[in-house]
């Protein structure tokens, strides 16, 4: 349905676009959704895109904008006039400005900074100083505060007095006089209260808020489990510097997420969905393709010094891509459930070898019945009962050996204060293959050796 | 930091709980917000919890249990009185209760049904009806709404009658009398606006609702693009029926990407981080084992039928490992990223191609570097330029079928209205070793025969 419906729209705009039908054009721009409208910017190219974009209002620009994906957002920056970009950056809400000026070629910078209000530019340097993964990178500085010892009219003058630069208000901050965050009233209570009474009267005192170095995930995990529509960000002080709304966390959830899933594959934080030259993607995938390459070289290495075994009992090598298979398999399902532990902040210290054990009984239960089915294959397909029998056993010890690396594993790297996430891909696949082969075939000669 | 304080606060509780101090523990309870309640319940033993959950009053064990994850939920659950649960469930906002009593045995559900209050019950029962993964099933519906021939001061008389059963309000939806939705108001308009003015008049008209049907992905989509902070739900006829705060989409976002990561990993949805039976683990994870495994199997047989080339050329097998890992890998970047776009639905009908044609530039761009280096690695370890050669191009190849494999099935899948995220796990890493050791040895075989 919805896939049809935007090929429609992006048809009869294309079509607009090549009839150069201004008017038209413009007034699709007003009945859409800035993010209806980003949408349709990437579906086009280059020249359309600079085309349809230059009969937007700054105003218009600068929402539709904020909503771009970082690629489109840089290709139609590039193609920007300085000044029309500053007039853009100026309509912008204090973090969108500050992610848009970032991302510019240090010359621009200036000159965009230099022409944009003074109040705008001393709030993006404010916010530029912050690290981009911190709350203080994602934080706003469009937010509402009074002192405690202010009324809840004075409340809702200063509501009033900054409506047009703040679109959504849920919150507004309590004060003390040293600017230190003390309490939070809910717009309700606003509402519902005394104009005469005292913030400090009505506000929360439990107030949840977050240090501007906070790594934006820890932001977005406190966000979740408490369940918050915005959260202030303070300084080492206790004072008020920010704060982060909820669209912004939802952005945080899904960037992680994002990157869990995409280091799972292989694939580096930096590829971005909407990426398209083929040279960077590919520039960006090939490291975690060199590991598999030179990993899987010491399995080639293992199956060179095993070459005899192979040689004589020529079906063990049947068998190879079954135990790099199910033993990668096992690895990957432990490593992946202690990544997402470990990402949700869900284990506690004191569960930790709890969980290890746990996947190790998982991995055996598995492991008995798949090394039991690799027994009756043999059996029925090779009559080789010994064989069967020894690669049964090896299938077990390669799975048990698998989970207990990848549960493991992300432990450590937690410890050491590296993203585990990086375990579940292709790293600790490489290592099981090595180990995995190492286990099947030492005890396949073994067995050849001694057992017969 | 955080595990430390964790454990210290654990530890003082179990202290604590051994001692029977139930008013220490009282006083912890009245102090800790129910998220970190429910956090400490999770580290406790069955027994224990147990203890510390009887201390709570109905109203603090309400917001805990809503906190809580699914697993330890249902344990405690099970253990209480069904007169306690009642007035537990009592507490709870309508979504909430719904999602509580959906769970419980048909009895209990009955018994608890005929306990809570009748307008409460009449609610649930409603909530019920829909799908659990619908807008339906993750509506409350704790909403404020007056008909926009009403007055601001109306609107706001009607936030004060339900201020004690609504926590957070941040919209105030207009009906028509016929109870459709027309227009949204925000709390700010409603402090700043004239109380004598009319809802019609202050409303904003365009306002974006999900239909009880829709998907829960969907839904979180559609907030998540309009950067909404709570979403109403209407019937067939507009009419409107609940709303979905953004907490509960946030809880969506990450459930879905749970999802999508398990997957991945072959691990099905239903395994919760909370899970501690081994048993059960074991037989949520077994079937993405098996299909890994009688999969393979394919691979033994391709390899049984080239036994004599495997003979002939014992080095072959060598690289066996470097083939199924670098193909696999090169299959699950690309489906990685056809998933996560369609996920997203981030790629328009219109680029369907351009992506797959995409993929397959990257491969062979990544296939060419990876073939020159195997073919170096063979001349100089094996000296055999020819080999060398061979096994250079399979590689490439392997690495353009994984890939264009990789990025066409989920398409597919997505075509078929199947979740394309299976087709990131076992099933088509399994697929690309057949076919990689296929085109492999067949080349190997090929040039045995007709090229020396």
Redesign the interface.
């Known amino acids: 349905m919805?896939?049809?419906d935007?090929?429609e729209i992006?048809e009869n705009i294309l079509y607009l676009i090549d009839a150069e039908d201004a008017p038209a054009l413009k007034s699709i721009i007003i009945d859409s959704?800035p993010?209806d409208l980003a949408?349709i910017l990437?579906?086009l190219d280059d020249e359309e895109r600079a085309y349809l974009f230059s009969l937007m209002t700054a105003e218009t620009a600068s929402e539709v904008m904020t909503?771009l994906?970082e690629v489109t957002r840089e290709d139609i920056v590039s193609d920007l006039e300085t000044e029309r970009l500053s007039e853009i950056v100026d309509e912008m809400d204090s973090d969108d400005a500050a992610d848009v000026v970032a991302e510019l070629p240090q010359e621009i910078k200036a000159e965009v900074l230099a022409n944009i209000e003074p109040q705008d530019r001393a709030e993006v340097e404010r916010l530029l100083v912050h690290e981009e993964d911190s709350a203080g990178g994602i934080m706003a500085l469009e937010y509402i505060a009074v002192y405690e010892d202010q009324t809840v009219d004075d409340a809702?003058r200063e509501?009033?007095r900054r409506?047009d630069e703040i679109d959504?208000?849920?919150y507004i901050y309590a004060l003390d006089r040293g600017g230190r965050l003390v309490g939070v009233v809910?717009?309700?209570s606003?509402?519902?209260r005394n104009p005469r009474r005292l913030i400090r009267d009505v506000m929360f005192r439990?107030v949840?808020s977050v240090s501007t170095e906070m790594d934006q995930e820890q932001v977005a995990n406190i966000?979740?489990?408490?369940?918050?529509?915005a959260v202030p960000v303070v300084d080492k002080n206790q004072r008020l510097v920010g704060r982060i709304t909820?669209?912004d966390?939802?952005?945080v959830?899904?960037e992680e997420?994002?990157e869990?899933?995409?280091r799972?594959?292989?694939?580096s934080d930096e590829?971005v969905?909407?990426e398209?030259s083929?040279?960077r993607?590919?520039r960006n995938?090939?490291p975690?393709?060199?590991i598999?390459?030179f990993?899987?070289?010491g399995?080639?290495l293992v199956?060179?010094r095993f070459?005899a075994t192979?040689?004589e009992i020529?079906?063990s090598?049947?068998?190879?891509?079954?135990i790099?298979?199910?033993g990668g398999?096992?690895g990957?399902?432990s490593?992946?459930?202690v990544v997402?532990?470990l990402a949700?902040?869900?284990?506690?210290?004191?569960?930790l070898w709890?969980r290890v054990l746990?996947e190790l009984?998982?991995a055996t239960?598995?492991g008995l019945?798949?090394g039991a089915?690799?027994f009756t294959?043999i059996f029925f397909w090779k009559h080789q009962t010994a064989f069967g029998f020894v690669s049964g056993l090896a299938i077990i010890l390669v799975m048990i050996n698998s989970a207990a690396f990848g549960a493991i594993v992300p432990f450590v790297l937690h410890k050491l204060k590296v993203d585990p996430a990086i375990a579940?891909g292709?790293f600790i696949?490489?290592a099981n293959?090595i180990f995995g082969?190492l286990i099947y075939l030492g005890m396949t000669s073994f067995y050849m050796a001694h057992g017969r």
Chains 1, 2 share one sequence.
């Not at 949700?344 to 569960?351: E, F, K, L, P, W």
């Open positions: 919805e896939a049809i935007r090929k992006i959704h993010a949408d990437r579906d909503e994906d809702i509501i009033r409506a959504e208000v849920f809910p717009l309700k606003l509402l519902l439990d949840i966000v979740r489990k408490y369940n918050l529509s909820i669209d966390i939802i952005d959830l899904h997420a994002n869990d899933i995409q799972m594959a292989g694939i590829e969905l909407q398209t083929a040279v993607i590919s995938r090939l975690w393709l060199l598999s390459f990993g899987e070289l399995s080639a199956l060179s070459d192979l040689e020529i079906i090598a049947f068998f190879i891509p079954v790099m298979a199910t398999n096992a990957i399902q490593s992946t459930i997402r532990s949700m902040n869900d284990t506690g210290a004191t569960r709890n746990r009984r998982v239960l598995n019945i798949i089915l690799l294959v579940t292709p696949t490489t293959d082969l």
